[in-house]
């Protein structure tokens, strides 16, 4: 089986692929992909790619439009083949195994996303690059991530320290932006962030 990690990037296995799709109804994950979804139901597009999709939930909640033609690629053939199962009765819904770095469709989307993956990537810089190649002419990538910051009482500076490393901060959501050469838009909710990303006039 093809691997299509990179050196460093957490990967999702057979058990582990399981146990996300159980996280999902954890509350700070509901509330995320509440606003994900609602963020892009505010949106007019047809076509939407998702990279890094986990178990599909933001693409599930979307091919509730079936105007929409989405896809969607993840480096764990798990979490394919989870995702499929969610949609199967959808034609207009596509998963296959894929990453950052290698998107294995050939077209252009309106709209691409990224959700709880970013932070995984080896090479941020790289990969915004590479995915733009993919946008269609006017489209942007927007990526959503919990927000990197400490907070003032003892639980929140050990919460802060233990998922660090699945955070990240406004300004390396601006520095990706413009080491790929991307006008970049931020947009904070509470905990939650999003970056939105688009080639340059």
């Not at 509350?27 to 939407?48: C, G, I, N």
């Not at 979490?79 to 819904?93: G, L, Q």
């Not at 990538?141 to 009482?153: N, R, T, V």
């Amino acid at each position: 089986m093809e691997n299509y990690y990179k050196e460093g990037e957490e990967k999702f296995g057979f058990l582990s692929s399981k146990l996300y799709l159980l996280a999902e109804k954890i509350p700070a994950l509901s509330k995320f992909y509440r606003f994900v979804t609602q963020d892009l139901e505010s949106k007019t597009f047809k076509s939407l790619l998702d990279v890094g999709f986990g178990t599909g939930s933001v693409i599930y909640q979307l091919s509730k439009n079936n105007k929409l033609y989405l896809y969607g690629v993840d480096p764990s053939p798990y979490m394919v083949s989870i995702a499929k199962k969610r949609t199967y009765t959808n034609p207009n819904v596509t998963f296959a195994v894929g990453s950052s770095t290698y998107i294995p469709f050939d077209k252009k989307f309106d709209i691409i996303i990224s959700s709880l993956s970013m932070h995984h990537w080896n090479d941020k810089k790289g990969s915004l690059i590479y995915l733009s190649k993919f946008l269609e002419d006017g489209g942007e990538i927007d990526i959503y991530e919990f927000l990197l910051s400490k907070g003032k009482s003892l639980s929140e500076h050990f919460e802060y320290y233990a998922a660090k490393s699945h955070m990240v901060s406004k300004t390396q959501l601006e520095a990706y932006g413009e080491e790929a050469g991307l006008s970049t838009n931020i947009k904070v909710k509470g905990n939650l962030i999003k970056a939105t990303y688009k080639l340059q006039l």
